[in-house]
């Protein structure tokens, strides 16, 4: 069964760290790209970091760019982020999602789609 | 940086069709996908590549993707297709999801 599982969420105060962890199975991992979405208290989705299969590219939002880094273990089949000087504006719900295509460049204008939802860990920062 | 913009809610009765819209500056020129998000469940994908649908996604949901608009349809909506609709597109390595839509079938 092809399978996400996010860990490493919690409680934190403003100013502070977290690192989230994904464990992948079920796939072939370092074929693919990973990202990370996350979901506020009744709000949106919002698009907060990805990686390529290789770790060749990596991308940010606006938001958390300079302060959050994504990272991978294909040995490990996991994803990572580091979240440092947390705001109350990043509580929220965190997804690792899987890219549909296989080792896809992100060169022009690219098909990126995310098939495979983990069930999420819960952020929440506050003093 | 790149805006998707997409109805707060749509109503459709049962048996009739659901039209979501998502639009975005020259979104045809990229490629649109959409999730259907129950409450309390993880985000799951019902259109990529404008129009492809993965396996296990119902026929009637399809998809189109033109100009500065992408719409998703459902056909024939029923009653566990209510929930919340994301589109999203990709553009220059940020991924983006449009505000959500609504959709109530009564």
């Known amino acids: 069964e092809v399978q996400l599982v996010e860990s490493g969420g919690g409680l934190e105060q403003p100013g502070r760290s977290l690192r989230l962890s994904c464990a992948a199975s079920?796939?072939?991992?370092?074929?693919?790209?990973i990202h990370w979405v996350r979901q506020g208290p009744g709000k949106g989705l919002e698009w907060v970091s990805g990686?390529?299969?290789?770790?060749?590219?990596?991308g940010y939002a606006g938001s958390v760019k300079g302060r959050f880094t994504i990272s991978r273990d294909n040995a490990k089949n996991t994803l990572y982020l580091q979240m440092n000087s947390l705001r109350a504006e990043d509580t929220a719900m965190y997804y690792c999602?899987?890219?549909?295509?296989?080792?896809?460049?992100?060169?022009?204008?690219?098909?990126?789609?995310?098939?495979?939802w983990g069930q999420g860990t819960m952020v929440t920062v506050s003093s | 940086s790149y805006e998707l913009t997409q109805p707060p809610s749509v109503s459709v009765s049962p048996g009739q069709t659901a039209s979501i819209t998502c639009s975005g500056d020259?979104?045809?020129?990229?490629?649109a996908s959409w999730y259907q998000q129950r409450p309390g469940q993880s985000p799951v994908l019902v259109i990529y590549?404008?129009?492809k649908r993965p396996s296990g996604i119902p026929e009637r949901f399809s998809g189109s993707n033109s100009g500065n608009t992408a719409t998703l349809t459902i056909s024939g909506t029923q009653a566990m297709d209510a929930a919340d609709y994301f589109c999203?597109?990709?553009?220059?390595?940020?991924?983006?999801f449009g505000g959500g839509t609504k959709l109530t079938v009564l």
């Open positions: 999602t899987k890219d549909i295509n296989p080792q896809l460049l992100w060169i022009g204008e690219v098909p990126v789609a995310f098939d495979i």
């Open positions: 079920g796939f072939t991992f370092d074929d693919y790209a």
């Open positions: 990686i390529q299969w290789n770790s060749g590219d990596v």
């Open positions: 020259k979104l045809g020129d990229k490629y």
């Open positions: 590549k404008d129009n």
């Open positions: 999203q597109a990709w553009d220059i390595n940020t991924g983006v």
